[in-house]
């Protein structure tokens, strides 16, 4: 089969290395693709939300199964374009239409999601800019720290957390009235704080059928000790240890079970991976959020993890039959850490030389924000590359990935050298 992976970070190379080890794969395409994803793959220069080009694209490879890494695709109905498309519509796309890819585009739209099926989360409210007051008068009610979203997509920004009750009020406004995060805080939830340490756990679903994949944690601080601003994540572990059998049982019981069971009794067909953020609070689960796709660096501890034939999953998602197909996951312990360029999250320079990739051994090294310039490969974005190791501990994984950074240069490269700081 030719397979087309939309995207070009560490979480689509993880995806593009492990799809090569298939023996049912053919040609692996990724548009538009990173240098690591171009050693083992045909990168396609487009842009993963240009249609047109991806329609392009997958008539002219014969591509027989698009697999979408990000949520801006989704988020836009990339899967609804290909069933609306005559020449399309029998390729399987492994992601959500836009109906469930709405559990990650709108807070509000999950929020009432998780209400309607009795699926634990926080309790909230939603506000516009014509309830602005009595968004304000809401927060005089709940206790510090307060919780507001921006109801749609902002990179991962869109959420703030507060202490004191006037800047809420004050970036409540911001929000609704002044569009500090343009449309997508056109609506703002409000929710409760909830206590407890944070995981995510993994699902890939054919819209009735479902595997519960292992479960991660990541770090997305850009300092130590879980300071300083949000990134898109540093670094992750998996399994998580604190998310033994009991727990990952109760997550099943009342939040996997009825997410799907919710999907289907709202008629929505969800074909792909669901990433349910969590709140364990002493062995009680909370959702703190759905992405509809999966995390980023958490694929990269995840995925290596995944023993069975991925190509074999996905077709189970494809036909249907996902109860049919069996995954299997090596018990070991992955970690990731990830390279960043010097300022991210903030402002960085590109185009950076890097050596000694080609020296690790004792890691899998994907590549994030790379690009193959002549043969020599540049750094081409904040996140650079993810060093994965496998141990029978956290330790002895951490070590690997560490001991293998070690070797790897660019200019103003930057880690964080405690990931795994509060597990091990
Ligand atoms: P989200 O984009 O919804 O995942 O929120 C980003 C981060 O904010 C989460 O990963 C949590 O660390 C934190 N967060 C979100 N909602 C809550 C909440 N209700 N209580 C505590 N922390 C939260
Ligand atoms: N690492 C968090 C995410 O992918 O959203």
Redesign the pocket.
């Known amino acids: 089969m030719n397979i087309l992976i939309l995207g070009s970070g560490g979480?689509e190379h993880a995806f593009a290395l492990k799809l090569s080890q298939s023996n049912k794969v053919s040609t692996l395409f990724v548009a538009p693709g990173n240098a690591g994803t171009a050693e083992i793959a045909k990168n396609i220069s487009i842009n993963p939300t240009d249609f047109n080009a991806i329609k392009e694209c997958v008539v002219s490879h014969a591509i027989e199964m698009v697999v979408v890494g990000p949520e801006a695709p989704l988020v836009a109905g990339v899967h609804d374009f290909f069933l609306s498309d005559a020449q399309l519509k029998h390729i399987p796309v492994i992601g959500p239409k836009e109906d469930g890819a709405q559990l990650e585009g709108s807070k509000d739209f999950s929020k009432q999601f998780m209400e309607r099926h009795d699926i634990p989360t926080a309790k909230y409210r939603t506000f516009t800019k014509e309830t602005l007051i009595e968004g304000k008068n809401f927060l005089t009610t709940l206790k510090p720290p307060y919780v507001l979203k921006a109801d749609g997509l902002a990179a991962?920004k869109g959420v703030l957390i507060l202490n004191s009750l006037n800047e809420a009020q004050f970036e409540l406004e911001e929000m609704l009235s002044n569009e500090k995060f343009g449309n997508a805080s056109s609506r703002v939830v409000i929710e409760e704080f909830l206590k407890g340490i944070e995981l995510?756990v993994f699902v890939l679903t054919d819209g009735k059928n479902y595997k519960i994949l292992p479960s991660a944690k990541?770090y997305?601080r850009i300092g130590e000790g879980d300071k300083g601003l949000n990134t898109?994540?540093m670094g992750?572990i998996s399994p998580v240890p604190f998310a033994d059998k009991d727990f990952i049982d109760k997550v099943e019981e009342l939040v996997v079970k009825p997410t799907i069971n919710g999907l289907q009794k709202d008629g929505i067909d969800y074909r792909g991976f669901i990433?349910i953020g969590l709140m364990n609070d002493n062995g009680n689960p909370s959702v703190v959020e759905y992405?509809v796709?999966?995390?980023?660096?958490?694929t990269e501890v995840v995925i290596p993890r995944i023993d069975s034939d991925l190509l074999e999953l996905f077709q189970g998602v494809a036909n249907q039959n996902l109860d049919e197909k069996s995954i299997s996951i090596n018990p070991k312990t992955a970690t990731t850490v990830m390279l960043v360029s010097g300022g991210y999250p903030e402002a960085y320079e590109k185009e950076k030389e890097i050596s000694g990739i080609s020296t690790i051994n004792d890691s899998i090294v994907y590549h994030a924000g790379t690009i193959n310039d002549n043969d020599q490969i540049l750094t081409n974005g904040g996140r650079v590359l993810a060093v994965t190791s496998f141990g029978n501990t956290i330790e002895e994984a951490l070590q690997k990935s560490y001991s293998s950074i070690n070797n790897i240069h660019f200019d103003k490269m930057n880690y964080r050298k405690d990931i795994g700081f509060d597990l091990v």
């Open positions: 979480r991962g995510s990541d997305k898109g994540g992750a990433f992405n796709r999966m995390g980023d660096p958490e």
